[in-house]
């Protein structure tokens, strides 16, 4: 279950206060009623706050909730070509959450997606979803990411029917018009043109995913920020008692030899 505007459920006093004791004691009972029924039933909470609020409701209320900062942070690392943001982003997501608690994304229904966000620059796309597969935590894929969709606000258009293929005017959603013309994306943006090229972004999340599924410390391992010494690289170390995976990533658009990861 995604619980959207999990923090204004019940909204007290004269100022309409969010995140407040009794919308976390609605959420306790929620949970323990859908344990009843189902006791592996995830509870994913959209808590559009700062890390420090977000992550106080897992895992006593809400198995996980979205973080916010994560997306926003890979996006100014990619637009600076810096490490940095991405670099506290995760350190507030380390330091918040239960490990792998938090439900990383880059973009959703209500924000510009990530394609637009990132100037329909392929590179950083690849790489943005490198990041979030790589990343801990719960990754979450807005439908579409995977082709590269584009679409900025108002909210109709970054909720624009799914591209399956290249015609006209459904796209393969629907065979007669769609409630909403298609969404803004070069051609090319759709499965059935991007499915059998291994090049594609789609085959970049598909390698992706597999490379996750198949790596434990990617999927459930506890995370060590590293030094690298680089403005340019981030690296961390995804461990469990049984191995261990190094993550590196170069956040500018060059090349970068200067570094050492301690």
Same mark, same amino acid.
């Given at each position: 279950?995604?619980?959207?505007?999990?923090?204004?459920?019940?909204?007290? $006093?004269?100022?309409?206060?969010?995140?407040?004791? #009794?919308?976390?004691?609605?959420?306790?009972?929620?949970?323990?009623?859908?344990?009843?029924?189902?006791?592996? +039933?995830?509870?994913?909470?959209?808590?559009?706050?700062?890390?420090?609020?977000?992550?106080? &409701?897992?895992?006593?209320?809400?198995?996980?909730?979205?973080?916010?900062?994560?997306?926003?942070?890979?996006?100014?690392?990619?637009?600076?070509?810096?490490?940095?943001?991405?670099?506290?982003?995760?350190?507030?997501?380390?330091?918040?959450?239960? +490990?792998?608690?938090?439900?990383?994304?880059?973009?959703?229904?209500?924000?510009?997606?990530?394609?637009?966000?990132?100037?329909?620059?392929?590179?950083?796309?690849?790489?943005?979803?490198?990041?979030?597969?790589?990343?801990?935590?719960?990754?979450?894929? &807005?439908?579409?990411?995977?082709? =590269?969709? #584009?679409?900025?606000?108002?909210? #109709?258009?970054?909720?624009?029917?799914?591209?399956?293929? #290249?015609?006209?005017?459904?796209? $393969?959603?629907?065979? $007669?018009?769609?409630?909403?013309?298609?969404?803004?994306?070069?051609?090319?943006?759709?499965?059935?043109?991007?499915?059998?090229?291994?090049?594609?972004?789609?085959?970049? &999340?598909?390698?992706?995913?597999?490379?996750?599924?198949?790596?434990?410390?990617?999927?459930? =391992?506890?995370?060590?920020?590293?030094?690298?010494?680089?403005?340019?690289? +981030?690296?961390?170390?995804?461990?469990?008692?049984?191995? +261990?995976?190094?993550?590196?990533?170069?956040?500018?658009?060059?090349?970068?030899?200067? &570094?050492?990861?301690?």
């Amino acid at each position: 279950f995604r619980i959207d505007a999990a923090k204004h459920l019940i909204e007290t $006093g004269p100022k309409a206060l969010t995140n407040t004791p #009794e919308t976390r004691a609605w959420l306790v009972a929620f949970r323990d009623s859908v344990r009843a029924t189902r006791a592996d +039933a995830p509870l994913v909470g959209e808590v559009w706050e700062v890390a420090p609020i977000a992550g106080r &409701y897992v895992p006593d209320a809400l198995d996980l909730t979205f973080d916010f900062g994560f997306g926003t942070g890979v996006r100014l690392a990619l637009e600076n070509g810096r490490a940095g943001p991405l670099r506290t982003a995760l350190s507030d997501s380390l330091r918040w959450w239960p +490990a792998n608690r938090n439900a990383t994304f880059l973009s959703n229904h209500d924000q510009d997606r990530v394609m637009s966000q990132l100037r329909g620059d392929p590179a950083s796309a690849r790489l943005a979803a490198f990041l979030l597969l790589a990343a801990p935590g719960t990754p979450f894929l &807005y439908y579409g990411e995977e082709l =590269g969709l #584009e679409g900025r606000k108002p909210d #109709e258009r970054i909720r624009t029917p799914f591209p399956w293929d #290249e015609r006209r005017p459904g796209a $393969g959603f629907t065979t $007669g018009t769609p409630w909403e013309p298609l969404g803004e994306a070069p051609p090319g943006t759709s499965v059935a043109a991007q499915t059998d090229d291994p090049a594609s972004l789609l085959s970049v &999340y598909r390698t992706l995913i597999r490379a996750r599924h198949a790596d434990g410390p990617l999927r459930v =391992g506890t995370t060590t920020l590293l030094e690298t010494g680089s403005e340019a690289i +981030a690296a961390w170390l995804r461990t469990t008692p049984e191995g +261990a995976t190094l993550v590196v990533a170069n956040l500018s658009p060059a090349p970068v030899t200067d &570094y050492a990861i301690d």
